[in-house]
C-alpha cells in the first residue's frame, strides 16, 4: 500500500522570497494525484519536500506520519523521484534499473526478476542491454520510470515526466505509465504544466498557482467548475473575457448581451470559454461583436482569431465556411462550454490575457495589444 502524505503549514523560501504557501495538503495511500500549475509555480518545490530531498523552512511534511526531517535515508528510500531529466547512469539500460536495487540490499538473485519486470512494465525491455546513453529522448523517459518503479516505491514523484516528449510518443509513454500504474499501490504524485497531462494521470488535481493551493478536487470539478480564472486558464479554458453582469443577472461581453447568467452582484466578471465553444455568425446576427483577424487552420478545426475588444478564439470545423480576415461578425457563446467566474485581482491582472496570448502564440498568430 502507498504511503500517505500530509503537508501542514507550510511556507517555504527560496532567494528570500516565499515560493510554497500550504496550509493543509493530505494524500491518502494509493491516491494518483496531479498537481497542476504554470512555470515558476512551485510544483518542483512542492516534490522536492514531499521527497524529504529538503526540509520546510515553517511547517511540517509527514510520510505516513513521520516528519521528513526526521526519517532519514530509510524515509528518503521509500520514494522514487523521476525527474524532468532522465539522469540516467552511463552504463547500460539494466544497470541503471538494477543498481537501485542494489543499493536497497535486494538480494542478487531477485535483482535481475524485478529490473526485467519494470523493463517490461514500461516496454523497453528490449533495450535492457543497450547503452543509456544511446536512447532516444523518449526510451530514456521509459527506463527512467522503469528504474522507479523496479523498486516498488511507496511513493512515486513525477516531475513533468513527458514534458519533452513529441506528442504521439507523450501519449503512449502517458498510456502506458496509467496502465503500470494501476494496481495502485503506490501513492503518486504528478507535476505538470499541461493540463491534458494532468488530467490524463489523475483522479484528483491539485490547482497550484503563485505556491498557493487554489483547487483541488477531482478531474472533472477543475474543468467543469474552475474556482478562478487562473485555474480557468490552467486547465485549458482558451478565453478569459472581461465581461460585465447586468442589473437582471445577464452577462454582457463587448457591451452585447450573451444569454449566460450570474447569480451573484451586478459587475465585473470573467467568462472563461473553450474557443469549441465560441460560434461565428454573420454580421447581421446578435451576439458579441468582433473583426476576424485571421485565421489559421489546425488539425480538424480551424482557429478563428478575433478583435472583440479583447482577443477572443473561436473554434470551426476544417469543413465549415471559414469568415475572412478584416470580416466584421457576431459571436455567440456556448453555456455548456463555458463559465462565469468572479473577477478577481489575479484575473485582471494577469491570467486572462495570459491565457489568450499563449493560444495566440500556439496558433502563430500576430498578436494586437
Ligand atoms: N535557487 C533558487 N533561487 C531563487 N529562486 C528560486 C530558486 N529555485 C527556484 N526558485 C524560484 O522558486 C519558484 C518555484 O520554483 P519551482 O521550480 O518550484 O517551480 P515549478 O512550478 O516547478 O516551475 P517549472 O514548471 O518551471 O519547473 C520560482 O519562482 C523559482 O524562480
Not at 523560501?13 to 496531479?34: F, K, P, T, W, Y
Not at 507535476?191 to 483547487?215: E, F, K, M, T
Request: hydrophobic letters at 40%.
Amino acid at each position: 500500500m502507498g504511503a500517505q502524505l500530509r503537508v501542514d503549514g507550510v511556507r517555504h523560501h527560496r532567494g528570500g522570497h516565499e515560493v510554497l504557501r500550504v496550509d493543509s495538503l493530505g494524500i491518502d495511500g494509493g491516491e494518483q494525484v496531479s498537481v497542476l500549475g504554470r512555470n515558476g509555480a512551485g510544483k518542483t518545490t512542492l516534490l522536492r519536500l514531499l521527497a524529504a530531498a529538503e526540509t520546510p523552512h515553517t511547517g511540517q511534511v509527514t510520510v505516513d506520519g513521520t516528519g521528513t526531517g526526521h526519517g532519514g535515508i530509510a524515509l528518503r528510500r521509500r520514494a522514487a523521484y523521476a525527474t524532468q531529466r532522465p539522469g540516467l547512469l552511463s552504463t547500460s539500460v539494466l544497470r541503471n534499473v538494477v543498481l537501485p536495487l542494489k543499493w536497497r540490499k535486494i538480494p542478487r538473485k531477485q535483482r535481475r526478476d524485478l529490473a526485467d519486470a519494470a523493463l517490461r512494465r514500461m516496454g523497453v525491455a528490449h533495450l535492457a542491454h543497450r547503452h543509456a546513453a544511446g536512447l532516444s529522448g523518449g526510451e530514456q523517459q521509459r527506463v527512467n520510470l522503469a528504474r522507479a518503479l523496479a523498486i516498488d516505491p511507496d511513493v512515486l514523484l513525477l516531475d513533468e515526466p513527458a514534458a519533452s516528449l513529441d506528442s504521439e510518443s507523450r501519449l503512449s509513454f502517458l498510456h502506458d505509465l496509467g496502465l503500470a500504474l494501476a494496481d495502485r499501490t503506490t501513492t503518486v504524485v504528478h507535476v505538470s504544466h499541461r493540463a491534458d497531462d494532468a488530467l490524463r494521470l489523475a483522479d484528483r488535481v491539485i490547482a497550484l498557482v503563485g505556491g498557493h493551493v487554489r483547487q483541488d478536487g477531482t478531474a472533472d470539478a477543475v474543468i467543469h467548475r474552475p474556482a478562478d480564472a487562473s485555474v480557468a486558464a490552467l486547465v485549458g479554458y482558451d478565453n478569459l473575457l472581461d465581461a460585465q453582469v447586468r442589473a437582471d443577472g445577464e452577462v454582457a461581453v463587448g457591451g452585447e448581451r450573451t444569454g449566460l447568467t450570474w447569480h451573484g452582484a451586478p459587475g465585473p466578471v470573467t467568462v472563461a470559454a473553450f474557443a469549441i465553444g465560441v460560434s461565428v455568425w454573420p454580421a447581421g446576427a446578435s451576439g458579441v461583436p468582433a473583426r476576424v483577424e485571421r485565421v489559421v487552420p489546425g488539425p480538424g478545426l480551424r482557429t478563428v482569431v478575433l478583435d472583440g475588444g479583447q482577443p477572443i478564439l473561436a473554434s470551426i470545423p476544417l469543413h465549415a465556411p471559414a469568415p475572412a480576415a478584416g470580416q466584421h461578425v457576431r459571436l455567440s457563446i456556448d453555456p455548456g462550454l463555458s463559465r462565469v467566474l468572479p473577477r478577481s485581482k489575479a484575473a485582471s491582472s494577469g491570467p486572462p490575457q495570459s491565457a489568450a496570448c499563449s493560444r495566440l502564440v500556439r496558433v502563430g498568430a500576430a498578436i494586437t495589444p
